[in-house]
């Protein structure tokens, strides 16, 4: 077998495809154009994913992994388990920080629903975002920044719900930023289950 051309790791390689994705959208990726976001030729990237279909896959279940990476990152970078919540919520959508970029990812994932390869890494995505934000909430309860006998895991999904609500909301009504709103709407939903420790 082939060495692995040397140079730039895959995971490089996955970056630099959510960034041309989030510029171009789905429909007008191309190898050649993530190959010059790292510097490297097409056929490089040819050789290692085979397809642009097999670079989607890739960035698609790399995204598992990532979406697992990024919820223990941020629980410990924040004391409370409230604001870990908020700063998850606001890294979830970090990609997608002009309507237009969300606009292109938005595309991916109508391309994630339809085809059956890509849908259960995307799913599975899911799972475990929602996963992290039942856990937090749970912690959150522990703790004492949410009430007792709060559902954490009805909430976790209204969450979940609400991100992708106020995302799509703010793409067409363009006021403020996406992490202000998502930390306005977001705090709303809260708002009922804060503890009233927290509020004293």
Not at 20 to 32: D, E, F, H, M, Q
Not at 43 to 66: I, M, N
Not at 167 to 195: F, K, N, Q, Y
Request: hydrophobic residues 45%; glycine residues 10%.
């Amino acid at each position: 077998m082939a060495g692995r051309p040397r140079g730039v790791d895959d995971a490089a390689i996955l970056r630099a495809a959510v960034e041309v994705i989030g510029r171009v959208g789905p429909a007008k990726l191309t190898l050649a154009a993530v190959a010059g976001e790292v510097g490297l030729v097409p056929g490089t990237l040819v050789q290692r994913f085979g397809s642009k279909h097999g670079l989607l896959l890739a960035l698609a279940e790399r995204s598992v992994g990532d979406a697992r990476e990024l919820s223990e990152r941020v629980r410990g970078e924040h004391e409370s388990a409230v604001a870990a919540l908020l700063a998850l919520a606001e890294e979830t959508m970090a990609p997608m920080d002009t309507p237009e970029r969300f606009a292109n990812h938005l595309a991916f994932l109508c391309l994630d629903l339809t085809d059956p390869e890509l849908y259960e890494p995307a799913a599975a995505v899911q799972r475990a975002v929602r996963a992290a934000f039942e856990a937090l909430l749970a912690e959150a309860v522990t703790g004492g920044e949410l009430r007792p006998g709060t559902d954490t895991a009805g909430l976790a999904g209204s969450v979940q719900a609400m991100i992708a609500g106020t995302g799509l909301t703010w793409a067409l009504d363009r006021r403020g930023t996406l992490p202000e709103r998502l930390r306005h709407e977001l705090g709303g939903v809260l708002a009922p289950h804060i503890s009233d420790t927290e509020e004293s």
